[in-house]
C-alpha cells in the first residue's frame, strides 16, 4: 500500500539513473509517481540493475543537486531506518541524516533539485547518479514502476567497484590471464557487456511491486 507521508506535487516522472563511471554508460530510463518512498525508488534501481540487495545502502541529496565537494559537505543523507528509530551511525557529511522510509521523492526531486545520488554497497561504492528526465502532473500514487530503456548490462554484487568491473571483463576476454577462469565462472563464459533485457527488468519490477488485490466487501445484513 502507498505510504502517505505528508504533502507533495503528484507527479509522473521519467528517470534516468546511470551508474557512475562507467564506460560505455551503463543506465536505466524509468517512470515512477513521486509519491514513491525512498526506499521504494531503491527497489527500483535493485530490479533495474539486477543488483542483489544485498548491501547496505543510502540516498545523498545536495543543495541544487550539485556533485561539487561543497554540495556533497552539505548534503542531507537518507539512509534505512532501523528497528526503534533512524540512528546516524556513519555520521556522513555535515548535513542532516533522515530514513528512507520517511520521505517520498515528491520531496526530493523538487523543481529546485533534478538530481540525487544513491550509492549501494558502500565497500564496493557503486555510485548512482538519478536525474529527472521529464514531469508530468497528476498519475497515482500506487503506479507500478516501468523500465523505459537501457544501455549496457550492469555489473555483478561484490565486483569491487566501478574499477574491478572493467578488470574482470578484461580478464573474462584474455584466456591468457590469470584471472580468466575465475571470470567466466563468476559472469558467465558468454556474458555480454553490452546486454540488457528490458523484459526482464519489468519482470523484476512486476513482482516486487504486485499489487495486492481488495478483498470485495461483504453486503451488510439487512435489519430486521
Request: hydrophobic share 35%.
Given at each position: 500500500m502507498a505510504k502517505q507521508i505528508g504533502w507533495y506535487l503528484p507527479e509522473q516522472l521519467i528517470l534516468k539513473i546511470t551508474l557512475a563511471g562507467s564506460e560505455p554508460k551503463i543506465w536505466r530510463r524509468?517512470?515512477?509517481?513521486?509519491?514513491?518512498?525512498?526506499?521504494?525508488?531503491?527497489?527500483?534501481?535493485q530490479c533495474v540493475f539486477e543488483w542483489d540487495d544485498s548491501h547496505m545502502h543510502h540516498f545523498i541529496v545536495t543543495p541544487g543537486g550539485k556533485t561539487t565537494?561543497?554540495?556533497?559537505?552539505?548534503?542531507?543523507?537518507?539512509?534505512?531506518?532501523?528497528?526503534?528509530?533512524?540512528?546516524?551511525?556513519?555520521?556522513?557529511?555535515?548535513?542532516?541524516?533522515?530514513?528512507?522510509?520517511?520521505v517520498i521523492i515528491g520531496q526530493v526531486l523538487t523543481g529546485d533539485c533534478n538530481q540525487i545520488i544513491y550509492e549501494y554497497d558502500f565497500g564496493d561504492s557503486w555510485n548512482h547518479?538519478?536525474?529527472?528526465?521529464?514531469?508530468?502532473?497528476?498519475?497515482?500514487?500506487?503506479?507500478?514502476?516501468?523500465?523505459?530503456?537501457?544501455?549496457?548490462a550492469a555489473p555483478r554484487d561484490d565486483m569491487g567497484g566501478i574499477y574491478g568491473y572493467y578488470q574482470w571483463l578484461k580478464s573474462l576476454r584474455d584466456e591468457t590471464n590469470e584471472m580468466h577462469v575465475g571470470a567466466a565462472r563468476w559472469l558467465g563464459i558468454d556474458f555480454d557487456p553490452a546486454r540488457f533485457d528490458l523484459d526482464l527488468a519489468?519482470?523484476?519490477?512486476?513482482?516486487?511491486?504486485?499489487?495486492?488485490?481488495?478483498?470485495?466487501?461483504?453486503?451488510r445484513k439487512k435489519q430486521a
Open positions: 524509468v517512470e515512477v509517481h513521486s509519491g514513491m518512498t525512498l526506499e521504494a525508488l531503491h527497489d527500483v534501481i565537494r561543497m554540495a556533497l559537505r552539505e548534503a542531507t543523507y537518507f539512509q534505512p531506518s532501523p528497528p526503534g528509530g533512524f540512528v546516524d551511525v556513519f555520521n556522513l557529511g555535515e548535513g542532516r541524516s533522515k530514513g528512507t522510509d520517511e547518479i538519478v536525474k529527472v528526465e521529464k514531469r508530468t502532473p497528476g498519475g497515482e500514487q500506487n503506479f507500478v514502476p516501468m523500465c523505459l530503456a537501457g544501455l549496457n519489468n519482470d523484476r519490477l512486476k513482482a516486487a511491486f504486485k499489487q495486492v488485490p481488495k478483498r470485495p466487501r461483504k453486503p
